[in-house]
C-alpha cells in the first residue's frame, strides 16, 4: 500500500463523489496521497469524457436533459475535481433557469466552470462576466453607458468576491460603469435552428470609458482591469478561501451570516487564504494545500451534510446504472408520472440544478435536511439499491458474502463496498446487531437488506 | 369510523404556475375581456353566470354548484404591489410573506409552531406532495410531508413483514444513537425518528378510511383524498397542504387550462362530499391560491405571466359570495400596460385565515397589518 485506504477514501468524497472500491484498491497500492492530490489538480493528465457518444443519449431542450447529462459527467467523469469544481462554482454563482428559461447557456456556463475552475481566480471572473448566462440573469445587459444597472456589479463584490464591508457604494457603481457594453449576442432561435447558446458580445459605443476610482486606484478601468484589481484583495482571498473551506472541508453557517460569524477554523482559511496571495489566487494551487493539510486530512469526521447532487452522483456511481450512457438519466432531475412532468429526487430533496432559488444559491449543511427530503434521501437508496440486477449492486452482494460468518466482519466488508463510507462506532455496533438479527433469514436477502440499511444511515448523510 | 376532529383545520392547495384567474371567473360582459383575448377567450356556451358580470368557466361546473349553496368564496384581484413575475420568487414571496428580501421561515410553518409549541406532533402540519413548500419550512418546526401515503416512511419496500420490522428497529436504533453526537448529526437523527412516528401514526390510516365518495383519478383528487384520510384518522393535523401543478399555460392553454379546472374543482368538491360524508365538513377550511394572475392580453396560444390573480375559500363555514373587488380591465388601468392591478393584499387573505380560522395572532406571521375578509360563519 502506497497510501491510506480511508483516507484516500475520505479524499474522493470530498474531491469527487466517492470511489469504489475497486478504485481504492487501485488507487492506494500505486500511488502515494500526495500523488492522488496532485493527479486531482492537473485534471488534464486525464481523457475527458467522449461527449459526442454521450449526446446522442441525451438530446433535446428540456433543462432536465441538461442537468442529465451533467449527472452523467459527475458520475463517470476521470477527472472528479474538475466537475466537483464545476459543482462548486454553480453553488458560489449561481445562475438559474427560471429567468431565461434557455437550457442551453446554462449547460454552457457549467462547460465553462470545467475549463476555468483550476486556473487563477482572474480567469475565473473574466469568464463568468462573459457569460451570457450571468450576464442575462444579473441583468448586464441592461447595463448601459449612460444608465447603469448596478446588479452585476454589486453581486460581482457581495457574492463572488470579498463579501458584504469591503467596498463601498461608490466601488460597486464604479465596477458597474467598467462593465457597461459587456453584453451578449442573441442565440439564434429555438426553431427550426435547434439548441444554441448564446456568445458574448462587447459594445464599444455602450461603454463608459471615463476615469474610474475602484477600492482606491484611479484609472480609465475596464471589466478586465476591475477584476485585476478584486483578484489581488486580500478580502478576496479571504472570502474564496472560507468558501473552499465550507464546500471542501467542513459546513460552515450560510453565507450572509460571514460578516458577523467568525471562520470554524480560523488557521485552516488563514493557511488557504496565504496560499492563495502567494500564488496570485490560483485556484488550483489553493485547492493542494487544503487537500494535503493536515486539517483536511482530520476532517473526515467533520460534520458536512452532502448535497443532493453529491448524494445522488455516488450513488449512481455504487449501483454502476449509468456507467454506460442510456435513457432516463434525466429522471433524477424529473421523471414523468400519468404524462404530466413530476420533480425528480433531485427537486425532492431540495436541489433543483441549473435553478437554484435565487442569487444566494442554496442552503446548505444541515439546511438540506427535514423530514421530507430525508425520508426521500432514505426511500431514494432503498429503491436504488434495491434491483440485484444493476451490475454494481449485483457486484456488491457477490463480494459482500454471507450472513453465516462473523457479524463484524460482514459489516465492515459493506461499509467498504459502499465506498469506504466512515460511520461513528455506534452506527457501527447497531449495523453488527441488525446483521446478528438477520441470521436466520435468507442470507442473498439478509446482505442485500444489509446493504440497503449501510446507504439509509445518518452517517451516510455525510461526505 | 368518524373520529370527529372538533378543531378547525385549514388546507391550502397551491395552483402552481399561474392560473388565468380571467378564464376562472370570467368578466363575460366586459368589452375589454373579449378586445383583450382573442384566441384565449371562453364563447357563450362556455360559462355558466353567477351575476350580470360574472361567469364561472363551465369546465368548473362543480365551483357554480358550491357557489350557489354558498360554501365558496371568491376573493378576487389577490397580490401584493409590484406583483414578481418570477414564478419561483413569486412562489417565495408567497410562502414567505416577504416581498422585499428573501425570507426564510414559511408562514405556515411559524403556524404550526403556535398551534403546536412544543412540538409534541410530527403531524400537526403536513404536506401532501413532493418536497416541503417553503410555506411549511421553519427550522426547528418538525412538520411531515408525504408524496405517498401507503409508501411514507422507511424501509417500505421490504415485502415481508419480519425483515420489515428488523430493518425498522436497525433504523431506530442508528439514529436514536445520533442524539448526542453533535448538533447535526443529532438533528438528522431527530428528522428521522419524526419520520418514523409519523409514519407510525399513518400507518393504520389506509386501513381506517372507508368512504362511497369516489375521487376522479388526476393528482389534485389523489392529494385531496389523502388530506381525506389522514384528516378523517383524527391525528390531530391543524394544517395541509398541497399542490396541483401545470397552470403556466404560455402555450396551448385553451387544451390545458379547462382539464386543470375541472380536476380541481371535482376534487373539492368530492372532498367537502367525503367529509360530509363523515360529518366532519364543519371545521374544515379550503384556501385556494396560486403565486400569479396571468397577463391581460393573450400570446395567440396561451398568456405570459401576469398579476391581480384570484384566490378561494371553501367550506361548510364559509360564507360564501365575491370579496374584494373584480381587477379593472380598463386599459387605463393596467400595470405597465398590460397587467391587471390588484385589489387585496394576500396577506390580509393569510391573516383572514390564521386569525379568523386558527385563532392564531396574524400580525408576527404575516408581518404587518393587512386588511382582512370576513368569509367564515363563527
Known sequence: ?463 | MTTKNSEKTLVVVQLTGGNDFMNTIVPYTNSHYYDARKKIVLGQDDFLPINDTLAINKNAAPFKRMFDEGNMAIIQGIGYPNSNRSHFRGMDIWHTCEPDKVGSEGWLGLAVREIDTRGENVLTGVNIGQGLPRAMAVAGVPVTSISDLEGYGVMKRLEQEQLRDKALQAFKDIYGQAIGSGVVAEYIGKTGLDVLRGADMLSEVAENYNSTVEYADNSIAKSLRDVARIHLSGLGTRIFYTNHGGYDTHANEMPAHPKLISDLSGAISDFIDDLEEHEAADDVAILVFTEFGRRMRDNGSGTDHGSGGGAFLFGKNVKGGLYSDYPSLDPANWEHSEDLQHTIDFRGIYGTVLQQWLEIEAKPIVKGDFEQISPFYL
Open chain 1, 1 to 463: 500500500m502506497k497510501s491510506d485506504r480511508a483516507l484516500v477514501a475520505h479524499l474522493m468524497r470530498r474531491a469527487g463523489f466517492g470511489a469504489t472500491p475497486a478504485e481504492l484498491d487501485s488507487l492506494s497500492s500505486e500511488k502515494t496521497y500526495d500523488e492522488i492530490v496532485d493527479d486531482l489538480v492537473n485534471p488534464d493528465r486525464f481523457e475527458p469524457i467522449d461527449m459526442s457518444h454521450v449526446e446522442r443519449y441525451y438530446g433535446g431542450e428540456p433543462v432536465a436533459v441538461h442537468v442529465g447529462k451533467w449527472l452523467y459527467r459527475m458520475a463517470n467523469t476521470s477527472r472528479p475535481l474538475e466537475e466537483k469544481m464545476s459543482l462548486f462554482l454553480h453553488h458560489i454563482f449561481p445562475v438559474a433557469w427560471g429567468k431565461s428559461e434557455h437550457g442551453p447557456s446554462l449547460y454552457s456556463e457549467i462547460e465553462m466552470f470545467r475549463k476555468v475552475g483550476l486556473g487563477s481566480f482572474r480567469d475565473i471572473l473574466r469568464a463568468l462576466s462573459r457569460d451570457p448566462a450571468m450576464i442575462f440573469w444579473l441583468d448586464n445587459n441592461e447595463n448601459h453607458k449612460d444608465e447603469i444597472n448596478e446588479n452585476y456589479g454589486r453581486e460581482l463584490l457581495e457574492l463572488f468576491s470579498m463579501g458584504v464591508g469591503n467596498y463601498t457604494e461608490d466601488d460597486i457603481k464604479n465596477a458597474s460603469r467598467a462593465f457597461t457594453g459587456w453584453t451578449f449576442r442573441q442565440p439564434l432561435s429555438l426553431y427550426p435552428y435547434g439548441h444554441h447558446a448564446a456568445d458574448f458580445e462587447f459594445l464599444p459605443n455602450d461603454h463608459d470609458y471615463g476615469e474610474k476610482e475602484f477600492l482606491g486606484e484611479k484609472g480609465n478601468f475596464d471589466g478586465d482591469e476591475i477584476i485585476d484589481i478584486i483578484v489581488k484583495q486580500p478580502a478576496t482571498a479571504r472570502f474564496i478561501s472560507r468558501h473552499l473551506y465550507n464546500f471542501f472541508v467542513e459546513d460552515e453557517v450560510q453565507v450572509p451570516s460571514w460578516e458577523t460569524v467568525p471562520p470554524k477554523n480560523p488557521e485552516a482559511v488563514e493557511e488557504l487564504t496565504t496560499a492563495y496571495m502567494e500564488s496570485q489566487g490560483n485556484i488550483g494551487v489553493v485547492l493542494k494545500t487544503l487537500f494535503s493539510s493536515q486539517f483536511f486530512r482530520k476532517a473526515a469526521n467533520k460534520p458536512k451534510v452532502k448535497s443532493p447532487a453529491e448524494l445522488i452522483v455516488g450513488v449512481i456511481r455504487q449501483t454502476g446504472e449509468f456507467s454506460q450512457p442510456k435513457p432516463g438519466i434525466h429522471e433524477f432531475a424529473v421523471t414523468t408520472l400519468n404524462g404530466s412532468p413530476f420533480e425528480g429526487p433531485l427537486a425532492i430533496m431540495g436541489q433543483r440544478l441549473m435553478n437554484p432559488p435565487t442569487v444566494e444559491g442554496w442552503h446548505t449543511g444541515f439546511e438540506w435536511i427535514d423530514s421530507g427530503t430525508l425520508s426521500e434521501r432514505v426511500g431514494f437508496v432503498e429503491q436504488q439499491f434495491a434491483d440485484p440486477s444493476k451490475p454494481g449492486v449485483s457486484a456488491m452482494l457477490k463480494k459482500a458474502g454471507s450472513l453465516d460468518g462473523d457479524p463484524d466482519q460482514l459489516v465492515d466488508r459493506c461499509l467498504d463496498l459502499l465506498g469506504g463510507i466512515n460511520v461513528r462506532d455506534e452506527t457501527r455496533a447497531s449495523l453488527v446487531k441488525y446483521a446478528s438479527n438477520l441470521k436466520n433469514e435468507k442470507s442473498e436477502v439478509g446482505v442485500h437488506n444489509l446493504i440497503q440499511m449501510t446507504a439509509a444511515t445518518v452517517d451516510y448523510q455525510f461526505a
